[in-house]
T-cell receptor, first 110, second 112 residues
């Protein structure tokens, strides 16, 4: 069974700190990787996507991909209370399906 | 553009009733998906479609049916509702295989 696993948390960080979220995936055929943010009672919204090994930065967010280790991470720098949400990791498989982790709950403490 | 629109947003069903969750997108996306999300859990794929007339099962298809007669619409049918189908349902679409998913606002279903 193809799986995506995340550190389930909950994760708490003080405002201004770096939040680190991790994810591993089992399908070596996965080509695309996503981090979605989901506020309570809302639908997921895309934060970052990454297709190639290495780092990808967008503002305060950095996604890291290591295909050899089947590992994806998301770093949030200068964390803000508005970053408090559940973060979902997803992998796009070799087929047409996407596989989601169970999410990591992040709380940023003012 | 409205994006992905789901109706209804909330619904309470009695055990054994049937209903259809509607999903429509105006982005001309070929790929459409139905997920369910149980409390504290990630998204589980129910059914997906890669284009009009083509549908396929995901991880948890039992108790559900779909159709895709047009590019825009991808309704999800629940037959003989059961309490285990109490969940939040999300419809999503993407333009390309493995591309960014655009989600609807979700439909919260309770089966009593």
């Amino acid at each position: 069974q193809k799986e995506v696993e995340q550190n389930s948390g909950p994760l708490s960080v003080p405002e201004g700190a770096i939040a680190s979220l991790n994810c591993t995936y089992s399908d070596r055929g996965s080509q695309s990787f996503f981090w979605y943010r989901q506020y309570s009672g809302k639908s997921p919204e895309l934060i970052m996507f990454i297709y190639s090994n290495g780092d990808k930065e967008d503002g305060r967010f950095t996604a890291q991909l290591n295909k050899a280790s089947q590992y994806v991470s998301l770093l949030i720098r200068d964390s803000q209370p508005s970053d408090s949400a559940t973060y979902l990791c997803a992998a796009g498989g070799a087929g047409n399906q996407f596989y989601f982790g169970t999410g990591t709950s992040l709380t940023v403490i003012p | 553009n409205a994006g992905v629109t789901q109706t209804p947003k909330f619904r309470i069903l009695k055990i054994g009733q049937s209903m259809t969750l509607q999903c429509t997108q105006d982005m001309n996306h070929n790929y459409m998906y139905w997920y369910r999300q149980d409390p504290g859990m990630g998204l589980k794929l129910i059914y997906y479609s890669v284009g009009a007339g083509i549908t396929d099962k995901g991880e948890v298809p039992n108790g559900y049916n779909v159709s895709r007669s047009t590019t825009e619409d991808f309704p999800l049918r629940l037959e003989l509702a059961a309490p285990s189908q109490t969940s939040v349902y999300f419809c999503a679409s993407t333009a390309i295989q493995g591309g960014e998913l655009f989600f609807g606002e979700g439909s919260r279903l309770t089966v009593l």
